[in-house]
């Protein structure tokens, strides 16, 4: 996961999205951001629109037109508030946005759709069942986010995996390519919503950036070595109570206070020792696949950080944030636990603002490619620090690399910008 909540650190190639399990909860942190969001809510009752399941999940503003630039009416918007308060990884308010500035109802061009269909089955099959296992204890699944100022409740998110479930399953089992390939299909069945990016650093970007993220594959050892002498580790049990490891930088870890002699020996487990440049890229990327030296491999994927926030602009090495590490059976996504984060595939996943875009959305993107329109479907599946928040960019999972060159070839295909649609079954 990027879910990895891993450290998914912008590079100029095109890499993004720390990706992180876990979020601290918090309120707006002044009475009048308060009093403000008081009112928004009061205005939502008299809308007699669904309650939020969490304190913040929509703040809005009444509104009974339609915008005027959008290109197709969408019988959905009319009377929707369109009003948002944007929040960071600690729920923190951060700006307002109007829905209706960013997002607008359209048709998908008339271009094939391309994707891996049984991929795609999975990915969001997994996302679904995260959803029915985990909708008590995961609030943040519960939010309407952005999508709400058009009307798009969970209960639509819910509905359009279901659907889309059934389609492919359906055309899969009939060995035929799938109708969700199919734009016509798609138009008919589906609200269309484009998305134009918001980058209050960039106020003319208009398209998403789209970067990509990867699982490498490192060599590594289980011991300690003079080569692979940089630990990755694991939380015990106890320490969902003992929160000691919240008080320790990277930099303390790599210093040795959990190997033999430091004054931490003991509390936590080492899972395998990597070069630093395996530690930097496991981080970076959330999810690495671990060749040793006795000839077995395993995936580790990121579990829980020490707390401690990711700093843009700052380079990986001098980041404070540090994450603990599980062995995993795939490649991971989104989930507020280790133990359900979501199974994802390269190809049809998507990492993003899950607190503020939302978990489970379906995304077209499209541009040009060999002078041709190029449409490709996915699902956010994923989210990271880089995404808490941001309504501009969605991080790709490209794939599992042998190594950055590869990596680096394999990307030169894919956009560094694109213009996105959310799909919502009608």
Do not use: C
Not at 94 to 101: C, D, E, V
Not at 193 to 204: C, E, G, L, M, R
Not at 282 to 289: H, K, M, P, V, Y
Request: hydrophobic share 35%.
């Amino acid at each position: 996961m990027s879910n990895l909540f891993s450290q998914k650190l912008s590079l100029s190639l095109g890499i993004a999205a720390l990706l992180t399990p876990t979020f601290a909860h918090g309120y707006f942190q002044s009475l009048s951001k308060n009093q403000e969001l008081a009112q928004a809510e009061n205005i939502q009752a008299d809308l007699a629109l669904s309650p939020p399941r969490i304190s913040f999940a929509a703040m809005q503003t009444a509104t009974v037109n339609p915008p005027v630039s959008e290109p197709v009416y969408d019988k959905y918007a009319a009377s929707v508030s369109v009003g948002y308060p944007v929040i960071d990884e600690w729920k923190n308010y951060k700006f307002s946005i109007n829905g209706n500035q960013i997002l607008s109802s359209t048709k998908l061009p008339t271009r094939k759709v391309n994707f891996n269909q049984s991929d795609l089955l999975s990915t969001l099959v997994n996302t679904r069942k995260y959803f029915q296992d985990h909708a008590a204890d995961d609030p943040d699944i519960q939010r309407k986010g952005l999508l709400g100022t058009q009307g798009v409740s969970v209960e639509d998110v819910l509905k359009t995996l279901d659907f889309m479930i059934v389609v492919l399953k359906e055309d899969i089992a009939s060995n035929r390519p799938t109708r969700l390939q199919d734009p016509n299909f798609i138009n008919n069945n589906f609200r269309v919503i484009k998305w134009n990016a918001y980058n209050q650093q960039n106020s003319s970007q208009k398209q998403l950036r789209i970067t990509k993220y990867a699982v490498f594959t490192h060599p590594g050892s289980r011991t300690k070595t003079s080569k692979f002498n940089t630990p990755i580790y694991s939380l015990k049990d106890s320490s969902y109570t003992d929160k000691f490891y919240t008080r320790y930088t990277k930099q303390d870890v790599l210093s040795g206070i959990y190997e033999p002699g430091g004054k931490e020996f003991g509390k936590v487990q080492p899972l395998a020792y990597l070069t630093r440049e395996g530690l930097e890229e496991a981080l970076l990327q959330g999810t690495i696949l671990i060749k040793f030296t006795d000839g077995s491999q395993a995936f580790f994927n990121v579990d829980r950080n020490n707390g401690m926030s990711y700093i843009r602009g700052l380079k990986a090495t001098a980041q404070k944030r540090y994450w603990y590490f599980k062995k995993v059976d795939a490649i991971k996504g989104y989930g507020h636990k280790i133990d359900a984060k979501i199974s994802i595939k390269p190809g049809v996943t998507f990492a993003g603002d899950v607190l503020n875009v939302g978990l489970g959305k379906v995304v077209v993107i499209e541009h040009n490619q060999g002078g041709r329109k190029n449409l490709r479907m996915g699902v956010i599946a994923d989210t990271g620090g880089a995404f808490l928040p941001n309504l501009y960019q969605l991080d790709f999972l490209a794939g599992i690399f042998q190594n950055r060159q590869e990596f680096n070839q394999h990307i030169r295909q894919l956009p560094e910008y694109a213009t996105a649609y959310f799909l919502v079954k009608k």
